[in-house]
């Protein structure tokens, strides 16, 4: 079954804490996968597009990877405005059908 | 303010009245999506337009809900004899690209509907 699952579904870090969001997929005929960000109340923000294992991609304390299983969202010292819900999106070909999947989301709480 | 915006941003109706929201996209993007979105969860795609042609709708949407696009520029989706389960937020997004592509998507703020 074609699924996207993001853990961990919440985490809480501190100041300056680094760490990682995973995004694991198991589709075939991978297209693209996408990160957002959303703040409660808000409509998702884009943030990045990853379309080959391999690829990397940063933004200011973000940092994209992905692979052929999964993709990392890397945070480098984060502070409290990072927090946010982040969550990913995969493009994939079911035989001739174009899908979007989307992640249920991980929620981040940077405490200062 | 070039983005994606959406009308009005909450929404509070009774129980089998009838709303309307309203979508505009970034102006050069050809393509339209509706999403809904409850606490917790990742969008759910709802339907989507390419320029005025309504392309795709999901299984999951009743026939409660409609969707236009007029000219392929704003859109609107309407639900019909509005449930308590409909309850959530509506997201706009819109995008570029071609039938071969998805390119990423850009947000509107949302409408959010409460049912009473």
């Known amino acids: 079954e074609d699924q996207v699952t993001q853990s961990p579904e919440a985490l809480r870090l501190q100041e300056g804490e680094s760490s990682s969001l995973n995004c694991s997929y198991t589709?075939?005929?991978?297209?693209?996968l996408f990160w957002y960000r959303q703040d409660p109340g808000k409509g998702p923000e884009f943030l990045f597009t990853?379309?080959?294992?391999?690829e990397e991609k940063e933004k200011e304390r973000l940092k994209a990877t992905l692979t052929k299983k999964e993709s990392f969202l890397h945070i480098t010292a984060p502070k409290p405005e990072d927090s946010a819900t982040y969550l990913c999106?995969?493009?994939?070909?079911?035989?001739?059908?174009?899908?979007?999947?989307w992640g249920l989301g991980t929620s981040l709480a940077v405490n200062p | 303010d070039t983005g994606v915006s959406q009308n009005p941003r909450h929404k509070i109706t009774k129980r089998g009245q009838n709303v309307t929201f309203r979508c505009d996209p970034i102006?050069?993007?050809?393509?339209l999506y509706w999403y809904r979105q409850t606490l917790g969860q990742g969008p759910e795609f709802l339907t989507y337009?390419?320029?005025?042609?309504?392309?795709?709708k999901s299984r999951l949407l009743s026939d409660r809900f409609s969707a236009e696009r007029p000219k392929g520029s704003f859109s609107t989706l309407e639900i019909q004899r509005t449930e308590q389960g409909d309850s959530a937020m509506y997201l706009c997004?819109?995008?570029?690209?071609?039938?071969?592509?998805?390119?990423?998507?850009?947000f509107g703020p949302g409408t959010r509907l409460t049912v009473l």
């Open positions: 997004a819109s995008s570029s690209g071609t039938s071969l592509s998805y390119n990423e998507q850009f």
């Open positions: 102006s050069e993007h050809n393509r």
């Open positions: 337009f390419q320029n005025e042609a309504q392309l795709e």
């Open positions: 589709v075939s005929g991978l297209r693209g």
């Open positions: 990853l379309y080959s294992a391999g």
């Open positions: 999106a995969v493009h994939f070909y079911a035989g001739n059908n174009r899908k979007l999947i």
